[in-house]
């Protein structure tokens, strides 16, 4: 019989990956769409109005906009490391220095009317938004994860060190039970023999087992017709 359980479980986890890919393809695309349309704004600002040559017109947006990128990627990496409150302090410091000289350029670059304005300022403001959204996901998409016999539990990237132990805990336990296998096989099959859901799921449930343990010795098991290997024969 199929562990519904198990299955439903799974569907979860497929939709969740599913929908954090779509979004993160979302992000970075909007991000460069927005970065593209800051580019035109700042160009203009320092050609036109910053009496800048053209060769110094076409690179000056570029040290504008990348504060902005620099500072999600230190926060991005000092977040997922768990530095120091100062290093998060400084990729915001850099964050928010990128924005403020982008959307006052893009701004004064576009003209009177308040409607220009506005619509200059978007872009600087959508792009650090999209990127951060999209830095956000992949952080919580290759977080460690460890599992706790209910389901797959996030650990946050940058937690206290008080809660990293737990992951080598856990290593621990599975390390145990692969030890205990051979004792607990019979009884799968006894479950097996009454018709029993043999899902992990379910196995773990009905006899009290870690889902580690349950698919330890699921994997562990003969097929219908052999016998169960004694590791002591």
Do not use: C
């Not at 400084?90 to 403020?100: E, H, P, S």
């Not at 390390?175 to 018709?195: C, K, T, W």
């Amino acid at each position: 019989m199929p562990d519904r359980t198990a299955d439903a479980a799974g569907a979860k986890v497929t939709a969740d990956v599913a929908a954090d890919t779509a979004s993160i393809k979302i992000a970075w695309t909007l991000t460069g769409i927005a970065f593209l349309l800051s580019y035109r704004g700042l160009y203009d600002f320092a050609r036109y109005h910053g009496g800048q040559p053209r060769w110094a017109a076409l690179l000056w947006p570029l040290i504008i906009d990348t504060l902005t990128v620099l500072g999600e990627l230190r926060l991005y990496s000092g977040t997922r490391r768990g530095e120091a409150w100062y290093i998060k302090a400084w990729g915001w410091a850099l964050v928010l220095a990128g924005m403020i000289a982008s959307t006052a350029a893009n701004a004064a670059g576009a003209g009177s009317p308040l409607g220009y304005k506005l619509a200059a300022v978007a872009a600087p403001v959508v792009a650090a938004a999209a990127l951060g959204t999209g830095l956000g996901l992949v952080k919580l998409r290759f977080s460690p994860q460890q599992q706790d016999g209910k389901g797959t539990v996030v650990i946050p990237a940058g937690a206290p060190s008080a809660a990293r132990p737990v992951t080598a805990r856990a290593r621990s336990r599975q390390g145990s039970a692969a030890g205990r296998v051979p004792r607990l096989v019979p009884a799968a099959l006894a479950d097996r023999e009454a018709g029993l859901p043999m899902g992990h799921a379910a196995l773990a449930s009905r006899r009290g087992w870690t889902d580690h343990t349950a698919k330890l010795v699921l994997a562990a098991m003969p097929t219908n017709g052999d016998h169960p290997h004694d590791p002591e024969s």
